[in-house]
């Protein structure tokens, strides 16, 4: 056995020692923070928003960095940087050789979830799924917190990022300290490091008319999200939105890589409809999509029909009314849910179309609910065009 050898089985001895030590407080982690919930004011709320739901919108997002023009910090990426900020893709790539590439990312939010170790949970697989997105995997993350000094048991935060850490060892990363604050509204996210191979990165901007587009996680966590704030969720759809934004896009991400995409982004804050614009925006191209096929969450277009609407949903729908046509024979709810803002939503990939059928049946096969939505075609960068059903 050489060094390098050697060296890889200590590391996976280490990972795997962390994931065991992480599985077996989990009962225990569970029971403590159950308790410590029943007493304490419910985290949802404690913030305005939740999830992702929270994030600036798009619009104002767009005009803050039009202010940002001319700042060489900001500008395009060259040399080594082979993504920065001018970009706008889902994080930071730094070339470190011919054959390895730094990711970086960071993301934080407010309470999506009252259960503070389902928080912690979300929040970590959030924060992963960027570095997933560009075909990376995650190295190594610290925490970011923002709790009120007062008023709030720090024993929750405590729960949180058992389950932040919980995340982190089932993707093999590990979570190495952090930085909080005293703050009213309590906040929890990551900044992680991931490293990726430079010729096989998955961008936003290398979308091409043909490719089919491939959605791996069902919609809905916005609208569960915003239900669960305003007691309107039941226990099964809040179970099942919290399963979906917690598995990790790490399989989804593989699978992808090995069928040759090269344009990828992962659907959070700005919905499905806003993040494919930025993606064909980015790539000179349109789309077209037909929205019987695009997975739902259960109960979800029932949750959307009662308006339960984000004020981050609003949002979305409002930036994109200019981009996209929707047919008339779409569902009201359906709409809703196509610019439902996500929280740890799954990929969004953009398929070479011979390799499109045998990824989503590999998906699939994985357990996700992939489903084969649409097509990029050629005509006004960025336009979306959805239909009820097939073209």
């Known amino acids: 056995m050489d ?19 992480v599985t077996a407080d989990q009962t225990q982690t ?43 910090a900001m500008g395009p ?28 990312t960071t993301d934080f939010f407010t309470p999506i979830v009252d259960d503070p170790f389902d928080w912690g949970r979300v929040a970590a697989a959030n924060a992963l799924s960027d570095v997933y997105a560009m ?33 982190a060892a089932q993707a093999g990363c590990f979570l190495a300290g952090g930085h909080t604050i005293d703050d009213p ?51 099964d759809q809040v179970a099942a939105a919290v399963g979906s934004m917690t598995l990790l896009n790490a399989g989804a991400s593989q699978a992808a890589l090995a069928a040759g995409v090269r344009a990828a982004t992962d659907v959070t804050g700005f919905g499905l409809l806003g993040h494919l614009h930025r993606m064909l925006a980015a790539s000179g191209a349109a789309a077209r999509l037909t929205a019987a096929a695009v997975p739902l969450l259960p109960g979800a277009a029932e949750l959307a029909a009662a308006g339960y609407v984000s004020g981050g949903t609003k949002a979305n729908t409002e930036r994109m009314r200019a981009v996209v046509t929707l047919d008339d024979a779409i569902p009201a709810e359906v709409a809703v849910l ?32 992939a489903a084969l939505i649409g097509e990029v075609v050629p005509g006004e960068s960025g336009r979306i065009e959805v239909s009820q059903g097939p073209f």
Not at 9 to 17: D, K, Q, T
Not at 85 to 103: I, K, P
Not at 155 to 161: D, E, F, I, K, N
Request: aromatic letters at 2%; a neutral charge.
């Open 3 to 21: 060094g390098q050898d050697a060296d890889g089985r200590l590391v996976a001895a280490g990972r795997a020692a962390i994931v065991a030590k």
């Open 30 to 72: 569970q029971t403590q923070a159950q308790a410590q919930t029943r007493q304490a004011p419910r985290l949802t709320s404690l913030s305005p928003g939740a999830g992702c739901a929270c994030k600036l919108p798009l619009a104002k997002l767009e005009a803050l960095f039009a202010t940002m023009d001319g700042v060489p």
């Open 77 to 104: 990426a060259s040399g080594d940087l082979l993504i920065g900020a001018a970009e706008g893709d889902d994080a930071a790539v730094l070339r470190l050789d011919a054959e390895r590439a730094l990711v970086l």
């Open 135 to 167: 075909g990376g995997r995650p190295l190594f993350a610290v925490n970011i917190a923002a709790w009120p000094g007062e008023g709030l048991d720090i024993a929750l935060l405590g729960q949180v990022m058992r389950g932040g850490a919980q995340v």
């Open 185 to 235: 509204v309590p906040k929890y996210g990551l900044a992680v490091v991931g490293l990726a191979d430079p010729d096989a990165l998955m961008t936003i901007d290398r979308a091409a008319p043909g490719d089919q587009l491939i959605l791996t996680k069902a919609l809905g966590t916005g609208v569960v999200a915003t239900a669960l704030k305003r007691d309107g969720a039941s226990g």
């Open 338 to 369: 196509l610019h439902d803002a996500q929280t740890s939503g799954g990929l969004l990939l953009a398929v070479p179309p011979d390799q499109a059928s045998a990824l989503a049946s590999v998906l699939r096969v994985q357990g996700l609910p």
